[in-house]
Protein backbone atom coordinates (compact mmCIF):
# COMPACT_ATOMS: atom_id res chain seq x y z
CA UNK A 1 0.00 0.00 0.00
CA UNK A 2 1.41 3.46 -1.18
CA UNK A 3 0.66 6.63 1.24
CA UNK A 4 -2.25 7.86 0.19
CA UNK A 5 -5.05 9.59 1.88
CA UNK A 6 -8.78 9.45 0.42
CA UNK A 7 -11.48 12.64 1.24
CA UNK A 8 -14.83 11.69 0.71
CA UNK A 9 -18.21 13.47 0.44
CA UNK A 10 -20.51 11.16 1.38
CA UNK A 11 -23.93 12.83 -0.09
CA UNK A 12 -26.17 11.30 -2.63
CA UNK A 13 -28.28 13.48 -4.54
CA UNK A 14 -32.07 13.04 -3.16
CA UNK A 15 -33.81 14.78 -6.66
CA UNK A 16 -35.58 16.72 -3.96
CA UNK A 17 -36.91 20.28 -5.40
CA UNK A 18 -35.16 22.02 -2.66
CA UNK A 19 -31.98 20.38 -4.11
CA UNK A 20 -28.76 22.62 -4.66
CA UNK A 21 -25.95 20.64 -6.35
CA UNK A 22 -22.32 22.01 -5.49
CA UNK A 23 -18.64 20.03 -5.04
CA UNK A 24 -17.65 20.15 -2.08
CA UNK A 25 -15.41 23.07 -1.30
CA UNK A 26 -13.44 21.98 2.01
CA UNK A 27 -12.82 18.73 0.95
CA UNK A 28 -10.98 20.81 -2.23
CA UNK A 29 -8.98 23.33 0.22
CA UNK A 30 -7.94 19.97 2.18
CA UNK A 31 -6.70 18.41 -0.75
CA UNK A 32 -4.84 21.00 -1.76
CA UNK A 33 -3.05 21.34 1.53
CA UNK A 34 -2.41 18.05 1.38
CA UNK A 35 -1.31 18.00 -1.59
CA UNK A 36 1.15 20.82 -1.16
CA UNK A 37 2.89 18.51 1.38
CA UNK A 38 3.55 16.15 -0.67
CA UNK A 39 1.03 14.27 -0.09
CA UNK A 40 -0.69 11.52 -3.04
CA UNK A 41 -4.43 12.57 -1.96
CA UNK A 42 -7.94 12.05 -4.07
CA UNK A 43 -11.37 13.51 -3.08
CA UNK A 44 -14.14 10.95 -3.64
CA UNK A 45 -17.43 13.26 -4.02
CA UNK A 46 -20.45 10.73 -3.87
CA UNK A 47 -22.78 13.32 -5.20
CA UNK A 48 -23.57 11.45 -8.63
CA UNK A 49 -22.41 7.74 -7.77
CA UNK A 50 -24.37 6.08 -4.48
CA UNK A 51 -22.89 4.40 -0.84
CA UNK A 52 -21.49 0.91 -2.41
CA UNK A 53 -20.07 2.40 -5.12
CA UNK A 54 -18.46 5.13 -3.30
CA UNK A 55 -17.15 2.80 -1.34
CA UNK A 56 -15.83 0.52 -3.94
CA UNK A 57 -13.88 3.49 -5.17
CA UNK A 58 -12.66 4.41 -2.34
CA UNK A 59 -11.48 0.83 -1.47
CA UNK A 60 -9.74 0.35 -4.75
CA UNK A 61 -7.54 3.75 -4.70
CA UNK A 62 -6.14 1.75 -1.28
CA UNK A 63 -5.68 4.54 0.90
CA UNK A 64 -3.48 4.56 4.28
CA UNK A 65 -6.25 7.15 5.77
CA UNK A 66 -9.74 8.02 4.75
CA UNK A 67 -10.99 11.21 5.73
CA UNK A 68 -14.90 11.67 5.96
CA UNK A 69 -16.84 14.51 5.57
CA UNK A 70 -19.88 15.01 7.80
CA UNK A 71 -22.64 17.36 8.80
CA UNK A 72 -26.19 16.61 10.57
CA UNK A 73 -28.16 15.59 7.49
CA UNK A 74 -25.13 13.13 6.42
CA UNK A 75 -24.89 11.32 10.26
CA UNK A 76 -26.23 7.93 8.43
CA UNK A 77 -24.32 7.87 5.41
CA UNK A 78 -20.89 8.64 7.22
CA UNK A 79 -21.47 6.21 9.62
CA UNK A 80 -22.31 3.29 7.18
CA UNK A 81 -19.08 4.37 5.12
CA UNK A 82 -16.88 4.11 7.75
CA UNK A 83 -18.39 0.27 8.61
CA UNK A 84 -17.78 -0.37 4.92
CA UNK A 85 -14.40 1.29 4.95
CA UNK A 86 -13.51 -0.85 8.19
CA UNK A 87 -14.43 -4.11 6.30
CA UNK A 88 -12.93 -3.00 3.33
CA UNK A 89 -9.44 -1.37 4.43
CA UNK A 90 -8.93 -2.98 8.07
CA UNK A 91 -5.73 -1.52 8.10
CA UNK A 92 -7.24 1.86 7.13
CA UNK A 93 -7.12 4.81 9.47
CA UNK A 94 -10.49 6.18 9.79
CA UNK A 95 -10.73 9.90 10.48
CA UNK A 96 -13.92 12.12 10.66
CA UNK A 97 -14.46 15.84 10.31
CA UNK A 98 -16.85 18.63 9.89
CA UNK A 99 -19.62 20.43 11.97
CA UNK A 100 -21.39 17.29 13.57
CA UNK A 101 -17.90 15.74 14.01
CA UNK A 102 -16.76 18.98 15.62
CA UNK A 103 -19.41 19.19 18.39
CA UNK A 104 -20.39 15.63 18.59
CA UNK A 105 -16.71 14.03 18.19
CA UNK A 106 -17.52 11.42 20.62
CA UNK A 107 -20.67 10.17 18.24
CA UNK A 108 -18.23 9.30 15.79
CA UNK A 109 -14.73 8.18 18.19
CA UNK A 110 -16.64 4.82 18.49
CA UNK A 111 -16.28 3.79 14.48
CA UNK A 112 -13.31 5.78 13.35
CA UNK A 113 -9.90 6.06 15.12
CA UNK A 114 -9.52 10.32 15.10
CA UNK A 115 -11.97 12.90 14.61
CA UNK A 116 -10.76 16.73 13.93
CA UNK A 117 -12.46 19.36 15.29
CA UNK A 118 -13.13 22.69 13.89
CA UNK A 119 -10.91 24.47 11.01
CA UNK A 120 -8.29 21.79 10.18
CA UNK A 121 -6.52 23.37 7.03
CA UNK A 122 -3.44 22.97 8.82
CA UNK A 123 -3.52 20.48 11.32
CA UNK A 124 -5.34 17.58 9.18
CA UNK A 125 -2.62 17.90 6.45
CA UNK A 126 0.43 18.19 8.72
CA UNK A 127 -0.67 14.58 10.83
CA UNK A 128 -1.52 12.96 7.95
CA UNK A 129 2.05 13.26 6.56
CA UNK A 130 3.40 12.71 10.11
CA UNK A 131 1.57 10.01 9.99
CA UNK A 132 2.52 8.38 7.10
CA UNK A 133 6.40 9.39 7.75
CA UNK A 134 6.36 7.51 10.83
CA UNK A 135 4.91 4.36 9.20
CA UNK A 136 1.45 4.54 8.72
CA UNK A 137 -0.04 2.08 10.84
CA UNK A 138 -2.14 2.53 13.98
CA UNK A 139 1.06 2.17 16.00
CA UNK A 140 2.30 5.23 14.57
CA UNK A 141 -0.24 7.32 16.59
CA UNK A 142 1.66 6.87 19.79
CA UNK A 143 5.28 8.01 18.16
CA UNK A 144 3.37 11.44 16.90
CA UNK A 145 3.44 14.67 19.14
CA UNK A 146 -0.35 14.57 19.27
CA UNK A 147 -0.99 17.12 21.48
CA UNK A 148 0.65 19.63 18.73
CA UNK A 149 -2.33 18.89 16.39
CA UNK A 150 -5.14 21.48 16.75
CA UNK A 151 -8.80 20.10 17.16
CA UNK A 152 -7.51 16.40 17.28
CA UNK A 153 -9.67 14.03 19.02
CA UNK A 154 -9.19 10.48 19.74
CA UNK A 155 -10.17 7.92 22.45
CA UNK A 156 -8.61 4.47 21.60
CA UNK A 157 -7.60 2.23 23.44
CA UNK A 158 -4.70 3.71 25.98
CA UNK A 159 -4.74 6.94 23.24
CA UNK A 160 -6.79 10.00 24.23
CA UNK A 161 -6.49 12.81 22.98
CA UNK A 162 -8.59 16.30 23.22
CA UNK A 163 -7.02 19.35 21.62
CA UNK A 164 -9.42 21.97 21.42
CA UNK A 165 -10.20 23.58 17.79
CA UNK A 166 -8.90 26.76 16.86
CA UNK A 167 -9.36 29.36 13.93
CA UNK A 168 -7.18 30.76 11.31
CA UNK A 169 -6.41 34.26 10.86
CA UNK A 170 -6.58 36.74 8.24
CA UNK A 171 -2.68 36.37 7.76
CA UNK A 172 -3.21 32.88 7.80
CA UNK A 173 -5.78 32.28 5.73
CA UNK A 174 -3.62 34.62 3.18
CA UNK A 175 -1.12 31.88 2.95
CA UNK A 176 -3.62 28.92 1.64
CA UNK A 177 -3.58 27.75 -1.39
CA UNK A 178 -6.10 27.45 -3.58
CA UNK A 179 -8.94 25.06 -3.00
CA UNK A 180 -7.84 21.77 -5.85
CA UNK A 181 -10.73 21.32 -7.47
CA UNK A 182 -9.39 18.49 -9.86
CA UNK A 183 -10.76 15.79 -8.74
CA UNK A 184 -14.63 16.39 -9.43
CA UNK A 185 -16.99 16.34 -12.31
CA UNK A 186 -17.53 19.37 -12.91
CA UNK A 187 -19.36 18.45 -16.58
CA UNK A 188 -21.86 16.80 -14.43
CA UNK A 189 -22.57 19.48 -12.30
CA UNK A 190 -22.70 22.31 -15.42
CA UNK A 191 -25.30 19.75 -16.94
CA UNK A 192 -27.12 19.89 -13.52
CA UNK A 193 -27.18 23.56 -13.37
CA UNK A 194 -27.99 24.39 -16.98
CA UNK A 195 -30.59 22.01 -17.31
CA UNK A 196 -32.08 23.89 -14.68
CA UNK A 197 -31.45 27.54 -14.26
CA UNK A 198 -29.44 27.85 -17.88
CA UNK A 199 -26.38 29.39 -15.80
CA UNK A 200 -23.24 26.60 -14.63
CA UNK A 201 -23.01 27.95 -11.11
CA UNK A 202 -20.13 26.50 -8.45
CA UNK A 203 -19.85 27.74 -4.98
CA UNK A 204 -17.24 30.12 -3.50
CA UNK A 205 -16.15 31.33 0.28
CA UNK A 206 -15.15 34.74 0.59
CA UNK A 207 -15.17 34.93 4.54
CA UNK A 208 -15.68 32.95 7.09
CA UNK A 209 -17.27 33.39 10.39
CA UNK A 210 -20.24 35.50 12.06
CA UNK A 211 -21.02 37.66 14.86
CA UNK A 212 -24.00 37.14 15.27
CA UNK A 213 -25.83 34.59 17.81
CA UNK A 214 -28.97 33.71 16.32
CA UNK A 215 -30.83 31.30 18.52
CA UNK A 216 -31.20 28.64 15.74
CA UNK A 217 -27.61 28.71 14.03
CA UNK A 218 -24.80 26.17 14.56
CA UNK A 219 -21.61 27.59 12.95
CA UNK A 220 -19.32 25.10 14.44
CA UNK A 221 -16.44 25.41 12.06
CA UNK A 222 -15.69 28.78 11.52
CA UNK A 223 -16.96 30.62 14.88
CA UNK A 224 -18.21 34.28 15.82
CA UNK A 225 -15.24 35.95 13.85
CA UNK A 226 -15.32 37.03 10.87
CA UNK A 227 -12.39 37.30 9.02
CA UNK A 228 -11.76 38.12 5.08
CA UNK A 229 -9.71 36.36 2.04
CA UNK A 230 -7.28 38.47 0.31
CA UNK A 231 -9.21 39.81 -2.99
CA UNK A 232 -6.38 38.78 -4.92
CA UNK A 233 -6.74 35.26 -4.28
CA UNK A 234 -10.60 35.63 -4.20
CA UNK A 235 -10.13 36.59 -8.18
CA UNK A 236 -7.06 34.07 -8.99
CA UNK A 237 -9.76 31.40 -7.82
CA UNK A 238 -12.93 32.80 -9.66
CA UNK A 239 -10.42 32.89 -12.46
CA UNK A 240 -9.86 29.12 -11.59
CA UNK A 241 -13.09 29.07 -11.67
CA UNK A 242 -14.13 30.06 -15.17
CA UNK A 243 -11.27 28.10 -16.56
CA UNK A 244 -13.02 25.51 -15.56
CA UNK A 245 -16.47 25.97 -17.40
CA UNK A 246 -18.62 28.05 -14.92
CA UNK A 247 -20.16 31.07 -15.95
CA UNK A 248 -22.07 31.81 -12.53
CA UNK A 249 -21.09 32.00 -8.63
CA UNK A 250 -22.67 30.62 -5.54
CA UNK A 251 -20.98 32.94 -2.85
CA UNK A 252 -21.77 30.97 0.40
CA UNK A 253 -20.19 33.52 2.68
CA UNK A 254 -23.13 33.38 6.14
CA UNK A 255 -22.24 37.58 5.84
CA UNK A 256 -20.89 38.20 1.81
CA UNK A 257 -22.22 42.14 2.65
CA UNK A 258 -21.47 42.68 5.94
CA UNK A 259 -18.04 44.78 5.07
CA UNK A 260 -19.00 47.38 2.92
CA UNK A 261 -15.64 48.54 2.09
CA UNK A 262 -14.77 44.96 1.30
CA UNK A 263 -18.03 44.65 -0.54
CA UNK A 264 -17.78 47.47 -2.74
CA UNK A 265 -13.99 46.65 -3.81
CA UNK A 266 -15.61 43.00 -4.34
CA UNK A 267 -17.69 44.53 -6.96
CA UNK A 268 -15.49 47.17 -8.65
CA UNK A 269 -13.51 43.98 -9.17
CA UNK A 270 -16.06 41.53 -10.96
CA UNK A 271 -17.21 43.98 -12.88
CA UNK A 272 -17.48 43.44 -16.43
CA UNK A 273 -15.69 39.88 -16.05
CA UNK A 274 -19.20 38.31 -17.71
CA UNK A 275 -19.64 36.39 -13.82
CA UNK A 276 -22.92 36.75 -12.32
CA UNK A 277 -23.15 35.65 -8.68
CA UNK A 278 -25.67 35.38 -5.89
CA UNK A 279 -25.59 35.28 -2.06
CA UNK A 280 -26.90 35.85 1.61
CA UNK A 281 -27.23 38.86 3.16
CA UNK A 282 -27.94 40.56 6.62
CA UNK A 283 -31.14 42.75 6.12
CA UNK A 284 -29.25 45.37 8.61
CA UNK A 285 -26.90 47.51 6.67
CA UNK A 286 -27.58 47.62 3.32
CA UNK A 287 -28.32 51.17 1.44
CA UNK A 288 -29.30 51.87 -2.10
CA UNK A 289 -26.21 52.70 -3.62
CA UNK A 290 -24.03 49.28 -2.33
CA UNK A 291 -27.51 47.41 -3.85
CA UNK A 292 -27.15 49.42 -6.90
CA UNK A 293 -23.54 48.40 -7.22
CA UNK A 294 -23.98 45.08 -6.57
CA UNK A 295 -26.43 44.65 -9.60
CA UNK A 296 -23.96 46.44 -11.85
CA UNK A 297 -21.49 43.90 -10.82
CA UNK A 298 -23.50 40.97 -11.77
CA UNK A 299 -25.19 40.19 -8.62
CA UNK A 300 -27.91 38.27 -10.10
CA UNK A 301 -29.96 36.61 -6.51
CA UNK A 302 -29.90 37.89 -2.80
CA UNK A 303 -30.86 35.66 0.01
CA UNK A 304 -32.28 36.95 2.83
CA UNK A 305 -33.24 35.20 6.51
CA UNK A 306 -36.28 36.88 7.02
CA UNK A 307 -37.56 33.96 9.35
CA UNK A 308 -40.61 35.85 10.56
CA UNK A 309 -42.85 38.37 9.95
CA UNK A 310 -43.23 38.33 13.77
CA UNK A 311 -41.81 40.91 15.68
CA UNK A 312 -42.06 38.56 18.94
CA UNK A 313 -40.75 35.66 17.28
CA UNK A 314 -37.55 37.16 15.93
CA UNK A 315 -36.59 38.37 19.03
CA UNK A 316 -37.23 34.57 20.21
CA UNK A 317 -35.16 33.96 17.35
CA UNK A 318 -32.44 36.61 18.81
CA UNK A 319 -32.07 37.62 14.99
CA UNK A 320 -31.35 41.27 16.22
CA UNK A 321 -33.47 42.92 13.40
CA UNK A 322 -36.94 44.03 12.72
CA UNK A 323 -39.52 42.93 10.97
CA UNK A 324 -39.28 46.35 9.12
CA UNK A 325 -35.73 46.06 8.36
CA UNK A 326 -36.46 42.73 6.51
CA UNK A 327 -39.16 44.96 4.63
CA UNK A 328 -36.87 47.72 4.00
CA UNK A 329 -33.60 45.28 2.42
CA UNK A 330 -36.32 42.96 0.12
CA UNK A 331 -37.47 46.25 -1.52
CA UNK A 332 -34.00 47.51 -1.99
CA UNK A 333 -32.41 44.92 -3.75
CA UNK A 334 -35.90 44.67 -5.41
CA UNK A 335 -35.97 48.34 -6.56
CA UNK A 336 -31.86 47.75 -7.71
CA UNK A 337 -32.98 45.17 -9.97
CA UNK A 338 -31.56 41.66 -8.65
CA UNK A 339 -33.94 38.75 -7.48
CA UNK A 340 -34.84 38.47 -3.86
CA UNK A 341 -35.20 35.17 -2.41
CA UNK A 342 -36.65 34.60 1.38
CA UNK A 343 -36.07 32.04 4.15
CA UNK A 344 -39.11 31.72 6.76
CA UNK A 345 -39.30 29.06 9.62
CA UNK A 346 -42.69 28.62 11.33
CA UNK A 347 -43.92 26.84 14.53
CA UNK A 348 -40.81 28.43 16.68
CA UNK A 349 -40.73 27.25 20.07
CA UNK A 350 -42.83 29.76 21.81
CA UNK A 351 -45.18 30.89 18.78
CA UNK A 352 -48.46 31.04 18.55
CA UNK A 353 -50.52 30.20 15.54
CA UNK A 354 -51.46 33.60 15.05
CA UNK A 355 -47.44 35.23 14.74
CA UNK A 356 -47.25 31.93 12.60
CA UNK A 357 -50.04 33.41 10.61
CA UNK A 358 -48.31 36.69 10.45
CA UNK A 359 -45.10 35.23 8.90
CA UNK A 360 -47.60 33.97 5.94
CA UNK A 361 -48.92 37.25 5.73
CA UNK A 362 -45.85 39.13 5.48
CA UNK A 363 -44.17 37.07 3.13
CA UNK A 364 -46.87 37.42 0.78
CA UNK A 365 -47.02 41.33 1.09
CA UNK A 366 -43.09 41.70 -0.08
CA UNK A 367 -41.72 41.37 -3.66
CA UNK A 368 -39.95 38.10 -3.52
CA UNK A 369 -39.03 36.15 -6.27
CA UNK A 370 -38.76 32.86 -4.16
CA UNK A 371 -39.84 31.90 -0.78
CA UNK A 372 -39.33 28.49 1.42
CA UNK A 373 -41.02 27.59 4.67
CA UNK A 374 -38.83 25.33 7.29
CA UNK A 375 -39.87 24.15 10.52
CA UNK A 376 -37.29 24.53 13.26
CA UNK A 377 -34.48 22.17 13.39
CA UNK A 378 -32.24 22.17 16.40
CA UNK A 379 -29.02 21.95 14.92
CA UNK A 380 -26.31 20.71 17.65
CA UNK A 381 -24.12 23.46 18.87
CA UNK A 382 -27.39 25.94 18.67
CA UNK A 383 -28.50 27.31 21.63
CA UNK A 384 -32.54 26.26 20.19
CA UNK A 385 -30.28 22.50 20.51
CA UNK A 386 -29.46 23.47 23.79
CA UNK A 387 -32.49 24.40 25.08
CA UNK A 388 -34.70 21.89 23.82
CA UNK A 389 -32.84 19.10 24.73
CA UNK A 390 -31.66 15.97 22.22
CA UNK A 391 -34.45 15.68 19.23
CA UNK A 392 -36.41 12.57 18.57
CA UNK A 393 -33.52 10.49 16.23
CA UNK A 394 -36.43 8.45 14.78
CA UNK A 395 -37.73 11.70 13.12
CA UNK A 396 -36.30 12.74 9.69
CA UNK A 397 -32.95 14.71 9.25
CA UNK A 398 -32.54 14.10 6.14
CA UNK A 399 -35.38 15.23 3.66
CA UNK A 400 -35.16 19.54 2.93
CA UNK A 401 -37.77 21.61 3.63
CA UNK A 402 -40.15 18.99 5.52
CA UNK A 403 -42.44 19.84 7.42
CA UNK A 404 -41.72 17.60 10.32
CA UNK A 405 -40.89 18.61 13.57
CA UNK A 406 -37.77 16.84 15.29
CA UNK A 407 -38.83 17.72 19.35
CA UNK A 408 -42.31 17.70 20.93
CA UNK A 409 -44.74 21.34 19.55
CA UNK A 410 -47.54 22.91 20.64
CA UNK A 411 -48.41 23.55 16.79
CA UNK A 412 -50.42 21.10 15.17
CA UNK A 413 -48.32 19.70 12.41
CA UNK A 414 -50.84 18.90 9.74
CA UNK A 415 -52.12 22.35 10.33
CA UNK A 416 -48.81 23.79 9.94
CA UNK A 417 -48.07 21.72 6.33
CA UNK A 418 -51.59 23.24 5.17
CA UNK A 419 -50.94 26.31 5.81
CA UNK A 420 -47.63 26.59 4.08
CA UNK A 421 -49.03 24.31 1.19
CA UNK A 422 -51.61 26.90 0.62
CA UNK A 423 -48.86 29.80 1.39
CA UNK A 424 -46.81 28.38 -1.48
CA UNK A 425 -49.93 27.89 -3.95
CA UNK A 426 -50.67 31.55 -3.55
CA UNK A 427 -47.13 32.68 -4.19
CA UNK A 428 -47.03 30.59 -7.08
CA UNK A 429 -50.25 31.92 -8.46
CA UNK A 430 -49.43 35.65 -7.65
CA UNK A 431 -45.38 35.10 -9.29
CA UNK A 432 -47.24 33.62 -12.43
CA UNK A 433 -49.83 36.45 -13.00
CA UNK A 434 -46.74 38.88 -12.61
Not at 64 to 85: E, K, P, Q
Request: hydrophobic share 40%; glycine share 8%; net charge negative.
Amino acid sequence: MSSRVALVFPYFRTRTSAELLFPPLGLAALAAHLRRLGVETRVFDGTFSNGERLAADVSAYRPDIVGISSMVSLTGNALRLAAMMRAALPDCLLVAGGPLPTVFPRRYSSHVDAVFRGEADLSFPRFCRDYLTSGGSRQALQRLPLADYPGLFIESGDVVVDNPPIHHSEEELASFPLPDRGDFDHAAYQREWLENTGMKVTTLMVTVGCPYGCDFCSKPVFGNEVRRHDLDAVFEEIDQIRRLGYDSLWIADDNFTLDAAYLQEFCRRITGMGMSWSCLSRVSGIGDDSARLMKAAGCRRIYLGLESGSQATLDLMNKQVTVEEGARATRIFHAAGIEVAAFFIVGYPGETKESIESTFAFALSLPLDEISFNVPLPLPGSRLFERLGRPDEGKDWVHENEVTFVYPSDIDEAWLRRRVEETMATFAQRSQAA
